[in-house]
């Protein structure tokens, strides 16, 4: 039952997961993603813990259309490696409408190295950690942008406790609100899982996502 996920406590997993983040039971997060409330697509989370390590795979598939016509199409497949709960490498690749977009990040000598589509290579803050969302710290933490490298400036508002859907049901959550290089809103669930999102689109447009 969703209400009754909770952290892994075994030793492999909590050696792995960073400070502040929280996965599922079942170890993934499906979300079904809509525009101005018509479906147009999935963004999928795995996580895969090994010992001290844990890998987590990233997988958007959206496409918007009008009738048989696909006017915008949007994938990334993205992965991230921690180390006893410190973010080594991430990396991604995709398309954005007819744009291919990519990002890599390692870990050198205690520096997080990044580049990217629009990113030459620089050092990232010490703390930074990719903006996939899954992970409740970043909410105060720099972020690098998972698609195109760019580090990105948010101001995070904490807006407290609410209530969303997911899996069918209604879910206490705790929302934030952040506003910068976008406008969007994240909840996390009572096991810090995050649960929802809620964006404005470039063009205007509502995008929000749905636990399935």
């Known amino acids: ?7 892994f406590v075994g030793a492999g997993m909590a050696a792995a997961l960073p400070a502040g983040a929280a996965v599922p039971d079942d170890r993934k ?6 525009r101005n409330g018509s479906a147009i697509g ?14 987590v795979e990233i997988a958007v598939d959206l496409a918007v259309g009008f009738g048989p016509l696909t006017l915008y199409r949007y994938t990334l497949r993205g992965q991230e490696t921690w180390r006893r709960g410190v973010l080594m490498e991430a990396s991604a690749q995709g398309v954005d409408g007819g744009d291919k977009v990519w ?29 996939s969302h899954w992970n409740r ?6 972020m690098v942008n998972l698609q195109n490298g760019e580090l990105m400036d948010f101001s995070v ?38 649960t929802a999102l809620r964006a404005i689109g470039e063009d205007g447009s509502t995008i929000t996502y749905v636990q399935d």
């Not at 039952?1 to 952290?7: A, D, I, K, P, V």
């Not at 999935?42 to 890998?55: C, E, I, K, Q, R």
């Not at 870990?107 to 950690?129: C, D, F, H, T, W």
């Open 137 to 142: 710290a970043e909410m105060a933490a720099p």
């Open 29 to 34: 997060l499906v979300f079904k993603v809509f």
């Open 103 to 131: 990002m890599r990040a390692a870990r050198q000598n205690g520096a997080l190295m990044v580049e990217g589509s629009k990113a030459k290579r620089y050092a990232a803050p010490e703390s930074s950690i990719v903006a």
């Open 42 to 55: 999935t963004h999928a989370v795995t996580f895969l813990p090994s010992g001290a390590d844990l890998s």
């Open 157 to 194: 508002q904490p807006k407290g406790s609410d209530t969303v859907q997911a899996r069918g049901r209604a879910v206490p959550a705790a929302q934030f609100a952040l506003t910068g290089p976008a406008t969007l809103n994240l909840w996390y669930d009572q096991a810090d899982v995050w």
């Open 1 to 7: 039952m969703y209400l009754t996920r909770r952290l």
